[in-house]
């Protein structure tokens, strides 16, 4: 044995570098540890969400037909016009596609700028032209989700838990630090049983946490990465778009009633872009456009690339292409991450193995606080001690 | 206990670097492509997991041994 061999070493960890480490993984748990919670929990119906919807939705689904509406069907211009009779007095602020049926939908709100709280989401069938009505709302799903999201708080709510996502990291890593020299003496999927009940709850918040580590960092960075998603998007918008749309940067943004054929701007587009498949419209005025164009964002044309979006930027007066720009790595990047947070990119199986998942993070969390609160205070030398023998010393308190 | 032989580094985390890739590369695949990446994903993510029923199976096992031996002396003692 060389001095020089970190991985195959013997070396025992420091005292004083167990201390810094147990500190880290202690506050950065403990701290967002409730909202962890709450994300957990709250996660959990979410990621059956699609599930649920469809089965509390029945009728509205079950007549459609199996032409993709991001394919074909009747023309854009005349479902748009279907969908705002409904909202007499509304504008169009998006309108998105199915790559699985007919559905077709389309977001209304009083102006182009409208806040999400006020827009509403209509369901149309493209291949009959009929509207379907507003789309159903599930109230209890929706509250978990602005829960899940923000906290009923907005922004700020939002980047409250991004922090708490990048301090679950900051736990995770530590955690692993921590996991070396407790391990140290033992072996893997060690389930001390016949100790005291301690001694069994580190073993299991050691086992679970080791083995749902990947999991854990990708969710949790994903989760972080989407918690800044509005900034990142603001700031595409008056980077990019802006840069694509120099020409228009002095006129006034285009009233709803100069709005020209979305059918016109969509053969536009893909003339620009063939062979992709549109996912979604974001009409003049709203965050995901410009002031004077649709952004029709198409999906890559492979399955790698498939979350990947590619903005067309159209002139919504004359249907003439502005500019088509893949959008920038940092969005690409927030694009890749939400299917990899929702974990609904790999059918029903894919979700039970990602509730699975939920449930061993909520218990490594739970064995954590139990871990951390079930002790007289000034005892850290003693956790020190627990750390270094693998749970066989300091835990007496 | 002090002469139990230490782990290295190498030997703490092998079956975790193992598990770790797995988990990714089954998260990977399934984001990448669908029929059999979906199905080789599903698996790789379920194998990841493996450990955790093996643990708590041992440990079932284990506990109902102890209670079998405690049943016997306590059967030696009653008779």
Known sequence: MTQFEPLGSRTVMSRETIKFWYLVHKWSSLIPMAFLLMLCVTGLPLIFHDEIDAAMADEAGSALAETPSAEGGLPLDAMLETALEQRPGEVPLFMAFSQDDSLLTVTTGPSPDADGSQMTLLFLDRATGESLGPAPVNQLMDFLLTLHTDMFLGLPGMWALGVCGILFLVALVSGIVLYAPFMRRLPFGTVRTDRKPRTRRLDEHNLLGVVAFAWMIVVGATGAINAFADPLTDSWRESEVAAMTAAYGAQQPLSPDEYGSLDAAMAAAQEALPGRSPQFIGFPGGDWSSGHHYAIFFQGDRPVTQNLLTPALVDARSSQLTDARTMPAINQALMMSKPLHFGDYGGLPLKIIWAVMTLITIWVLWTGILLLLRRRSGRLERRIAEIQSGGTLGSAA | ?79
């Open chain 2, 1 to 79: 206990m002090k002469h139990k032989p230490r782990n290295t580094l190498l030997q703490t985390f092998a079956i975790p670097s193992a598990l770790a890739v797995a988990t990714v590369a089954g998260l990977i695949l399934g984001l990448t492509g669908d029929g059999w990446r979906d199905l080789v994903s599903w698996l790789l993510l379920i194998i990841s997991l493996l450990p955790i029923h093996a643990a708590f199976a041992l440990r079932r096992s284990s506990a109902h041994r102890n209670a079998r031996v405690s049943n016997s002396r306590l059967e030696r003692k009653t008779s």
